[in-house]
């Protein structure tokens, strides 16, 4: 495959400037200054998490921690220091509670969380949001966006009004510098489809878009996870220069190399949610060394720690690497005592002493609380950092960049021409006396463009999800502006194929040669597209998983097209009422209205002698052509209704 690059259509227009823009490199430019960030000192005091769940009780913390039986205990008297310039990472296996407790320090962990978590001796609050930056382990970006569009567009919706639009993307210009982004600047993304920049990139165009606020606090979630040690080293150095300029920097890390291991300043390492360790990196050998596990042999000091946190004693590996016995296990009896050792010399070395850390003076809370108290009254005052309007209209222009490629798909252009021509062959100008080819045909709009815009709809909401929340919980725009923006980003599209459709399948199928006639008709038929597609976006919206969205849209489509007036002429009066929540029985009903009126005649004999009303005949008969503003009415009513539920739904959707 390949390399993706950028299209020349370029939405924004970039200003003519160079990497000397950026914040940290022209400190004459006032309003970028009033980014600059102020040093936060973090302490967090016995933090504990639990969670619902069944019977479960972890053994190895102490018998006054256990977990209740219908409780999981997830992080269990968590404590720790981080100063401004220093790097934390924390350290456990797989399930220790390392992102958990990073997702509390971030203010966005919600359920039973008790402790203390303060910032410069302080809580969390707006203001201190818009000091946190926070990269999730995956890399949500948008494919088809390059690298610089995504740090605009980042820059544009995140930075407060206190700087122009040019002063925002000099300086993301500035961050790209920055990062080394500058060789893949004009570089799609990419996605599982087609192949973009690397990972390490992604990595840090998503660090990138967090260093755009200049944040105070940056917590990072994996950020190596999935790359080489070369492109894991190049991360972390650039983590390590960030912090150098007095950014408190938290870190989760699974398995580092001893050189990424000896980068950082502090680790915490966890088991199981207990912690059995806290302090300098460096001292970690030794410390372990000190409560009686010393190792023999030159080891990675996160090798060791990661042993020690499952429970496994430095000197059993390397018996069992010695004896070559594949089949030497630690039994779950030793893991326990490994872990209950531990846990007690953590709680009497470490624990104490951290403590009074926590209790000692913090200059910081000091020097910054009058600037904390006022960055917390504008928080209160503004809200958001741009308006509505400005939301809304560089989310369209970011949604219409994104999705040029999906919207002018080549392959669903082509089903929707193909089968209105090959529909324009089957219905070759049907003349006036077949009837009921020309109503199936009126029939045939109402319900392929009344599902084929609700299928299309049904994905909007549950493929956005992620980026949703990931956004939402960062504060960057209202849920409205989104909504609004992304609704109307898709309505060229949506709008465009249907009316190619009509046009060709119209007179080709022999329809009323009128022009007012055709005109009603396509309006008839996009209005059905508006209905249906809100319809998709409500089922998506609620259910927010693709397989069951499209579960239900099938068998809702199905009861539609049964109920839709044309196959069941005669429906039960237990389940008349079926037909009257179908769209598409509307929208046929007016297609036939606007196609006959009640005194039109049609040839019902072989001769033409006899003429027959159009309003006698059956699949006319069931649905009627009376009241046809009514059902304009109701169609309305849905189409609202529809999106009022999808817009109500997404609010549903859990971000902090």
Request: proline residues 4%.
């Amino acid at each position: 495959m390949a390399e993706a690059t950028a299209s020349t259509d370029t939405v924004i227009a970039y200003p003519a400037t160079t990497a000397t823009t950026a914040t940290h490199l022209n400190p004459s430019s006032a309003a970028l200054r009033r980014l600059a960030s102020f040093p936060v000192t973090l302490k967090f005091e016995e933090v504990v998490y639990k969670v619902k769940t069944g019977n479960q009780i972890r053994w190895w913390c102490s018998v006054g921690d256990r977990n209740s039986s219908s409780e999981k205990t997830i992080l269990n008297g968590i404590t720790g220091l981080v100063c401004p310039g220093e790097i934390l990472a924390m350290l456990g296996p797989s399930g220790s509670g390392k992102t958990t407790l990073l997702t509390a320090l971030g203010g966005r962990l919600g359920g039973k969380l008790s402790g203390k978590i303060t910032y410069n001796g302080q809580p969390f609050s707006s203001a201190m949001k818009r000091r946190t930056g926070f990269v999730a382990q995956e890399d949500v970006l948008y494919p088809h966006l390059t690298v610089s569009e995504t740090l605009v567009f980042t820059a544009l919706l995140r930075l407060p009004n206190s700087l122009t639009q040019v002063e925002k993307m000099e300086h993301a210009e500035g961050v790209i510098h920055e990062l080394g982004l500058n060789h893949c600047r004009n570089s799609m993304i990419g996605g599982p489809l087609f192949r973009g920049i690397s990972g390490g990139e992604k990595k840090r165009v998503s660090i990138g878009q967090e260093l755009l606020l200049n944040p105070s606090l940056l917590l990072l979630d994996e950020p190596t996870s999935g790359l080489d040690s070369t492109t894991a080293l190049r991360i972390i150095t650039i983590v390590k220069k960030l912090a150098s300029v007095g950014r408190t920097v938290v870190t989760t890390i699974h398995q580092p190399s001893s050189r990424l291991f000896h980068m950082f300043d502090k680790a915490v390492l966890l088991s199981g949610g207990c912690p059995i360790y806290h302090g300098k990196a460096s001292a970690a050998v030794d410390y372990f060394a000190s409560i009686g596990f010393p190792t023999s042999v030159t080891v990675n000091p996160a090798d060791l720690m990661l042993d020690l946190a499952n429970g496994i004693a430095p000197d059993f590996q390397v018996a069992t690497a010695e004896l070559g016995n594949s089949h030497a296990s630690f039994s779950e009896r030793e893991k326990r005592t490994v872990k209950e050792l531990v846990v007690s010399a953590y709680d009497k070395n470490i624990a104490t002493r951290l403590k009074a850390d926590l209790c000692g003076p913090d200059p910081n809370s000091y020097n910054c609380a009058r600037e904390t108290h006022l960055r917390d009254q504008k928080a209160r005052m503004e809200q958001w950092s741009t308006s509505w309007w400005q939301q809304f209209t560089v989310l369209l222009r970011r949604g219409m960049k994104e999705r040029r490629y999906e919207a002018f798909n080549r392959l669903r252009i082509f089903q929707v021409i193909s089968v209105a021509f090959l529909g324009g062959l089957l219905w070759w100008r049907t003349p006036p006396s077949h009837i009921q080819d020309r109503i199936a045909l009126l029939f045939f709009f109402s319900v392929f463009w009344g599902f084929f815009p609700l299928y299309n709809a049904v994905f909007t909401f549950p493929q956005e999800r992620s980026m949703l929340i990931k956004e939402r919980s960062s504060g960057m725009y209202r849920l409205s502006s989104y909504y609004f923006a992304r609704t109307v980003g898709d309505l060229p599209m949506e709008l465009a194929l249907p009316t190619a459709f009509v046009f060709i399948i119209y007179w080709m199928g022999g329809l009323k040669p009128d022009p007012t006639t055709f005109i009603l008709s396509l309006l008839v038929v996009l209005y059905n597209v508006l209905v249906s597609q809100s319809l998709g976006l409500a089922i998506g919206a609620i259910l927010m998983d693709i397989k069951q969205s499209t579960t239900l849209a099938s068998v809702t489509t199905l009861v539609f097209l049964i109920a839709g007036g044309y196959y069941v002429q005669d429906i039960p009066a237990f389940i008349v009422w079926l037909k009257y929540l179908s769209y598409s029985f509307y929208c046929f009903k007016l297609l036939l209205g606007v196609q006959f009126t009640k005194h039109d005649y049609y040839d019902c004999s072989n001769g033409g002698r006899i003429k027959c009303k159009v309003v006698d005949f059956p699949a006319v008969k069931a649905v009627g052509l009376s009241h046809l503003w009514v059902d304009v009415g109701i169609m309305a009513l849905m189409l609202v209704g529809y999106r009022l539920i999808a817009y109500l739904a997404l609010h549903r959707v859990k971000h902090r």
